[in-house]
């Protein structure tokens, strides 16, 4: 059982209420859910091997949002999943053509940053949005159940350390492209040794978690990676970020609360 409320049902779309600080976790299952049960559904009635697919958007604001804001900012957000999702399905080469669930999200406040952009250069993003349900994609993009994954194992990361890689990673929006690479590795350096200087486990923890949601530490730029992502929107980006916005909207609901208080 799922706590979440159907607002409006139409056809194969679903427009629901559901609890912030679980809806991450809630979404990747509802999605996991629907594919298993529409594939049997196609597999019944002999339609073919089709993968049933779903795009799913997680809008996270205060309970007094107004639902019609809420429902345009998801829209917009399924147009960019399903643009991922359908890219993969008729990518120019065939080896890495693919059916996949996608799920993308947004925190609504009111000091968002649009990352810069480019049409003659790599973008550098501070998120890995969109992400994919199942983690079977590669190099296109991230498996969306890492985020709750890595939550319980930093769960000991204090309010402040956040706060610095947010303000890092915060700079990087408006940084000189030929500065972003030597000030990041500078700074995320010096972060990660106040971090050493405190508790070592949590350093390896943290990262653990860079290089997971990121990249290894070898890249130019040290815990990035390169996101192909087809009709030429590739970007270099860091899950991490990702990870420090939903930081009290990423429980696991099949967790205790209590787990991540003695974490």
């Not at 604001?61 to 999702?85: D, F, M, V």
Request: net charge neutral; charged share 25%.
């Amino acid at each position: 059982w799922l706590p979440v409320v159907p607002l409006l049902l139409g056809g194969d779309n679903l427009f629901a209420l559901l609890p912030a600080s679980w809806s991450i976790d809630l979404a990747q299952r509802f999605c996991l859910e629907y594919e298993e049960r529409l594939a049997k559904v196609v597999k019944d009635l002999r339609l073919g091997g089709t993968r049933p697919t779903v795009a799913a958007a997680v809008v996270i604001c205060k309970a007094n949002y107004p639902h019609i804001l809420a429902h345009r900012q998801g829209e917009e957000l399924l147009t960019q999943a399903k643009r991922l999702a359908r890219g993969l399905e008729v990518h120019p080469n065939p080896n890495r053509r693919r059916r996949a669930s996608v799920l993308t999200f947004t925190v609504v406040s009111g000091h968002a940053i649009e990352p810069p952009s480019s049409e003659n250069r790599p973008c550098y993003r501070p998120s890995a949005a969109p992400y994919f349900v199942r983690p079977e994609q590669g190099e296109a993009g991230l498996a969306v159940g890492a985020l709750p994954q890595q939550r319980l194992k930093l769960a000991r990361l204090t309010g402040k350390r956040r706060a610095e890689f947010e303000r890092i990673f915060d700079d990087m929006t408006v940084l000189p492209e030929d500065q972003v690479e030597s000030v990041w590795n500078r700074r995320c350096k010096a972060l990660l040794n106040r971090i050493r200087g405190g508790d070592q486990s949590v350093d390896e923890d943290v990262e653990a978690a860079l290089q997971q949601l990121g990249g290894p530490k070898d890249e130019a730029m040290h815990y990035w990676r390169y996101f192909d992502r087809p009709f030429n929107d590739g970007f270099w980006g860091s899950g991490f970020a990702d990870l420090l916005e939903l930081w009290d909207y990423c429980y696991d609901v099949s967790k205790s609360l209590r787990e991540y208080e003695e974490a």
